[in-house]
């Protein structure tokens, strides 16, 4: 089995990465690190076997505890960084350079900018066979959201539009709100760029399926709640390569509206999904008006421990999953970052891909 390290802070790492880590066959958990002693030793704590999990950390420094030191061990092949998105970078290049396998939380970067930077050193790593890299984007791996992909393929048809709305409220109590780094966010989009580019990326898989990308986007933003600075909410539309248009809102202050939903729409039918739920109308193609319908329900599943195990299954084969490369999270960023771009800007247009 490969030994990795969990390099991690708050509940995310501690609830999703921690247990997918563990209920990997191929993996074995063998450190954890965080920036404070504090946090290190609850996330450690948090394992099957505490005492098995070595413990770093930088604050307060001791001899032999801090990152270089985790990186330093011959037995930690890989490591899994679920740190805050300003200190992901810079911990994510430290590491490769030291020869590990790397799994990297969402987004890629804090923006295009440094993505770009960060994935062009990667890729001009030179030498042998350099270490593997992926960045997680759990909602490529929701089983509900693979079977909707798999109904669009089966529907067939050209796309006609589409729809992503995303509604809800971040309220005063909520654990990830109470993490002080998201509470007063140094990076642009607030919750906006932390929880939108998983809306984005499931949007992208979808969209794929009937062979479209988005290609142009222009929109609105907005601040509904000043607690959740700098924007909360980004209403636009969004047109493919194709030239078919869509729509998509994403908003954390309604107090009153909740709900996620993504829409495909084509010539021979239509999906509708939420994370526990696929709806499927399609023609049934006898020449008739009439239609197929149907529906199915999922239990709900964040899809880290599928993702984790994609991530064990590429240090084997030596090959980074295709839903995890670098490039792939950067498309999901640049999307994003352009809606708050354009919301900025008052509807300004922004391409996707120049």
Do not use: C
């Not at 420094?61 to 092949?77: F, H, M």
């Not at 964040?302 to 993702?307: F, I, L, N």
């Amino acid at each position: 089995m490969t030994g990795i390290a969990l390099l991690g802070a708050g509940i995310f790492a501690k609830e999703e990465h921690l247990p997918a880590i563990e209920a990997s066959a191929a993996l074995t958990l063998k450190a954890v690190y965080s920036r404070s002693q504090q946090s290190a030793e609850a996330l450690a704590a948090g394992s099957k076997d505490p005492s098995s999990v070595a413990i770093y950390y930088d604050s307060p420094p001791v001899a032999g505890k801090s990152l270089d030191d985790l990186l330093r061990r011959d037995d930690i092949a890989a490591v899994d960084v679920a740190l805050p998105i300003l200190h992901q970078p810079g911990v994510v290049e430290k590491a490769l350079r030291a020869g590990k396998h790397v799994l990297s939380e969402k987004p890629v970067a804090g923006d295009v900018e440094g993505a770009q930077k960060l994935i062009a050193w990667y890729e001009g790593l030179g030498g042998g066979a350099k270490p593997l890299w992926g960045v997680a984007e759990n909602w490529r791996y929701m089983e509900s959201l693979r079977y909707a992909a798999q109904k669009v393929a089966e529907i067939g048809g050209t796309l006609v539009t589409f729809r992503l709305h995303k509604y809800g409220f971040v309220r005063s109590d909520n654990k990830y709100f109470n993490t002080e780094w998201r509470k007063t966010p140094q990076y642009q989009g607030g919750f906006l760029l932390d929880g939108g580019v998983h809306f984005v990326a499931g949007l992208r898989f979808l969209l794929a399926v009937a062979g479209q990308e988005i290609k142009q986007l222009a929109g609105f933003s907005a601040l509904l709640d000043e607690r959740l600075i700098p924007v909360d909410t980004v209403h636009a539309v969004a047109i493919t390569q194709g030239g078919q248009s869509g729509t998509i809102g994403i908003s954390f202050g309604t107090e009153f509206k909740d709900g996620m939903e993504i829409e495909i729409v084509t010539t021979r039918g239509a999906v509708v999904w939420n994370p526990t739920e696929v709806k499927s109308v399609a023609s049934k193609g006898n020449g008739s008006n009439e239609k197929v319908e149907e529906k199915k329900e999922f239990p709900y599943s964040s899809g880290v421990t599928a993702e984790v195990g994609a991530f064990a299954k590429a240090i084997e084969a030596g090959k980074v999953d295709a839903l995890q490369t670098p490039q792939e999270a950067f498309r999901d960023l640049e999307i994003l970052q352009r809606l708050l771009e354009s919301g900025a800007g008052g509807a300004t247009v922004k391409a996707i891909g120049v």
